[in-house]
């Protein structure tokens, strides 16, 4: 089956610093992929979609230029979170999908748990 | 997107059938009733979807109520690796996006 595959799987960070997030599609390409933040106790928030070759089209109140979110190929997306502060602390998951398949599941990576000190 | 409702938790006992309930009274014609699993710190995990006739998989089965407001989701034998947090989503196969809007989901419980 479909494998998204995303790393680190925790990360722990300075206040000030930034963090990159990698997803990868590991057997399929991710024409567009996910990225979403959840919070303890807390359902998944969509933060951004992103198509590969394009910009990424961020949610309502999610800054672009804080978590910034890179698809150049069709296996990997990243997401830096740029400046981290210890209230972006949080789950991060990624999921793909191809675009000619929009009626097939999501596949989602395992997640990255962000700690910032 | 239409909404769902689920009750916030569930308990069963190991071994017993479980049945995962959920309203959506605002589903339209295009809607799939879609249900993903996450299990704890992990991202969330297909399990199954339909339209309109119930499915079976290998892992649940999906009944889907004759007008469309309701959907359960079926676990035949609960085990205690079925434990996790169950969404129940909406998604519209006619959208372009693809993405899935996920609401607070059912906490199940499996008692051994």
């Known amino acids: 089956g479909a494998v998204v595959s995303q790393h680190p799987s925790w990360v722990i960070c300075k206040s000030g610093t930034s963090v990159k997030i990698e997803c990868r599609s590991l057997?399929?390409?991710?024409?567009?992929m996910f990225w979403y933040r959840q919070f303890p106790k807390q359902s998944l928030m969509l933060m951004a979609t992103s198509n590969e070759g394009s910009k990424a089209t961020y949610e309502q109140g999610v800054e672009k230029d804080k978590f910034l979110i890179n698809h150049a190929s069709l296996t990997l997306s990243t997401l830096t979170v740029t400046s981290a502060h210890p209230e972006d602390s949080s789950f991060y998951i990624c999921?793909?999908?191809?675009?000619?398949?929009?009626?097939?599941?999501?596949?989602f990576g395992n997640g990255t748990r962000l700690t910032v000190t | 997107d239409a909404k769902t409702t689920q009750p916030n938790s569930m308990e069963s006992n190991e071994e017993e059938p479980v049945h995962l309930p959920c309203n959506h009274s605002?589903?339209?014609?295009?809607?799939?009733i879609h249900w993903y699993r996450q299990l704890p710190s992990q991202g969330p995990e297909y399990v199954i979807h339909?339209?309109?006739s119930n499915v079976n998989n290998r892992m649940a089965s999906l009944a889907i109520a004759e007008d469309r407001k309701s959907s359960t989701l079926i676990l035949h034998r609960a085990t205690l690796r079925d434990a996790a947090v169950y969404y129940c989503?909406?998604?519209?196969?006619?959208?372009?996006?693809?993405?899935?809007?996920f609401g607070k989901g059912t906490k199940l419980s499996v008692k051994p």
């Open positions: 339909g339209l309109t």
């Open positions: 999921s793909a999908i191809y675009w000619a398949q929009y009626n097939s599941p999501l596949h």
């Open positions: 989503i909406l998604r519209d196969h006619g959208g372009s996006q693809g993405n899935l809007i």
């Open positions: 057997d399929f390409q991710a024409t567009t």
């Open positions: 605002t589903i339209s014609g295009t809607d799939y």
